[in-house]
T-cell receptor, first 113, second 112 residues
Framework: DGGITQSPKYLFRKEGQNVTLSCEQNLNHDAMYWYRQDPGQGLRLIYY???????QKGDIAEGYSVSREKKESFPLTVTSAQKNPTAFYLC????????????FGPGTRLTVL | GENVEQHPSTLSVQEGDSAVIKCTYSDSASNYFPWYKQELGKGPQLIIDIRSNVGEKKDQRIAVTLNKTAKHFSLHITETQPEDSAVYFCAASISNFNKFYFGSGTKLNVKP
């Protein structure tokens, strides 16, 4: 069964702690993305990666970091520098530059206590 | 950069009626326009898409139209059903850049 998995589904953290959100895909897609979604709003791009060991900042990268050591994995770390981290985080992937249908994972809801 | 605007933000229709959601984009280089349906607490699902070399695409009750000159595209849902109730997002992308720009979403409510 091919797809994108994100874990955990719900995540709670104390203020001042770093936390890492997992995203794995078995679609053999080249590009992967992280978006943030706030209630009643659209998707804002945090980081994206078009190839292993390379990634670019999106529109709201401050306070976040990523790595792309393997094609199938693109973890997102929410650092203590992110001022308002409570949100719904979505991971997505696309096959390659030419075939850019984007598919999403189920999301992780992060709540900072 | 690209700017995608989506209207309306909420839409309420009676079951069986049609629903239309409209988006405009600013970058004439955009050439791929997907539509997503998002149910509460879930990730968006691709429901239909259109590329800039066609003006219309249909899949059963769902259709998308594209006007490249005016830089706008629309989602049409006919014979709406209660299970169509969700938030719908449009997006624009440029092939080879692989970056997507999303509209702010439309919450569709289909009343039985």
């Amino acid at each position: 069964d091919g797809g994108i998995t994100q874990s955990p589904k719900y995540l709670f953290r104390k203020e001042g702690q770093n936390v890492t959100l997992s995203c794995e895909q078995n679609l053999n897609h080249d590009a992967m993305y992280w978006y943030r979604q706030d209630p009643g709003q659209g998707l804002r791009l945090i980081y994206y990666s078009q190839i292993v060991n390379d990634f670019q900042k999106g529109d709201i990268a401050e306070g976040y970091s990523v790595s792309r050591e393997k094609k199938e994995s693109f973890p997102l770390t929410v650092t203590s520098a992110q001022k308002n981290p409570t949100a719904f985080y979505l991971c997505a992937s696309t096959e390659d530059r030419a075939n850019n249908e984007q598919f999403f994972g189920p999301g992780t809801r992060l709540t900072v206590l | 950069g690209e700017n995608v605007e989506q209207h309306p933000s909420t839409l309420s229709v009676q079951e069986g009626d049609s629903a239309v959601i409209k988006c405009t984009y600013s970058d004439s280089a955009s050439n791929y326009f997907p539509w997503y349906k998002q149910e509460l607490g879930k990730g968006p699902q691709l429901i239909i898409d259109i590329r800039s070399n066609v003006g219309e695409k249909k899949d059963q009750r769902i259709a998308v139209t594209l006007n490249k000159t005016a830089k706008h595209f629309s989602l049409h849902i006919t014979e709406t059903q209660p299970e169509d109730s969700a938030v719908y997002f449009c997006a624009a992308s440029i092939s080879n850049f692989n970056k997507f720009y999303f509209g702010s979403g439309t919450k569709l409510n289909v009343k039985p």
